[in-house]
């Protein structure tokens, strides 16, 4: 049952983040309005469902909604807390799209009230939440905003990156800790306050552009480190050297932790938020900006050894397994598997079989490839090579006498024993 007093929140864009991040502070006890330009989403989710895959959120949504805690529309309502949580792509040359934060921002100010919060969780380039507050104080003259560390507004505006991993959403909005960056040094204890209704972890304040660049640096940081695995993966073949042996020995060292080569980096983060540090700094951005280039080129050189192995395998039917951007998810945006799997499947055709435990149809990029997808039995019956491209648990668990015999090119190492 909800308090007369709970506090009420708008959270705007109800996608990966928006929607669990809605759930979560529904449960805590708040009354959750979730906003999307989408009748499509708005429906879904006011009738207790959810658009999206994510562990558990499906019976998290359908709590908090037939409880009345969460409740969703087109329309922006007042609020306590305004969270925006919505998308942040490029545009042509890599440069930041902030349209969307920045529509939210002018949806949002015709509902502020005195003593109201703002707080973006987009990713974004440095400065975006300035950006946000000179939105809003252009649309409401009658409200103060904050400009400098002491600042006491009328309206908080602050940045607080979210930083879960798809799969883990709902435990990680709980455990992991936070970095809330404000305007003023006000702005930041005011969204403290609302973050700590239903976070475990710890909350570090700090400024608004801190947390921005805090978050684009995380992604960049596992960028950068997942090309240097890649690289060393490209390197290694030239040298005819098993990179996995080498990466697991050289992980011996007490201070040497490299991370895993694949085909290429996907999600819609990692492949993304690097750019936005290099195009706010394009001369200095060098290793970033090369770790970017490394990562997609990978793309092109799974391509090649997959075509080695192929042509080894005759005329035979050829396994493609995994499209997915990382294991065990159904989520195939910005995947490199994909990529690799169209190109085999222009050169190809009708020859490839494609396994997805996650999905029940092919993307309408295959449409016309001749593609099919088939299970994990039948193509290991079928084919005559296997290029696998995801590290799925069902791949993992494939009984390495059934690969014995097909020309594989593993793009993951899972079945080097
Ligand atoms: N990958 C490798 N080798 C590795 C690790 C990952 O090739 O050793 C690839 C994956 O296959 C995948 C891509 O990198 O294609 C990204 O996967 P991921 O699991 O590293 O990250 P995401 O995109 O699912 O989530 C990241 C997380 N950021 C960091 O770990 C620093 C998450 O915490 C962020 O919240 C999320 O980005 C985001 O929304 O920004």
Redesign the pocket.
Known sequence: MLSDTAPTVAVIGLGY?GLPTAAVVARSGARVRGVDVSAHVVDTVAAGKVHIEENDLDALVQQVVSAGALTASLDMPHADYFVIAVPTPFKEGFAPDIAYVEAAARAVAPMLEVGNTVILES?SPVGTTEVIRDILAQLRPDLSFPHCPADVADIAVAYCP?????GRILEELVSNDRCIGGISDACAARALGFYQRFVQGDCLLTTARTAEMV?LV??A??DVN?AF??ELSVISHGLDLDVWEVIRLANRHPRVNI????P???????AV?PWFIVHSDPQNARLIRTAREVNDDKIDFTVARAVEQIELGGDAPIAVLGLA??PNIDDLRS??AVEVALKLAARYGERIRIVEPYIESLPAAFADSGATLVSLDTALDSCGSAILLVDHDAFKAVDRSRVASLAVHDSRGIWRN
């Not at 979210?162 to 798809?166: G, I, K, Y």
């Not at 991370?259 to 694949?262: A, D, F, I, V, Y």
């Not at 290429?264 to 990692?270: A, D, L, S």
Request: glycine share 12%; proline share 10%.
């Open positions: 983040i990713t979210e930083r879960v991993l798809p978050k995380e992604n940081f596992r997942i695995a890649n991370l895993q080569p694949g290429g980096v996907g999600g819609h983060c990692i938020d951007f990382k995947s490199p």
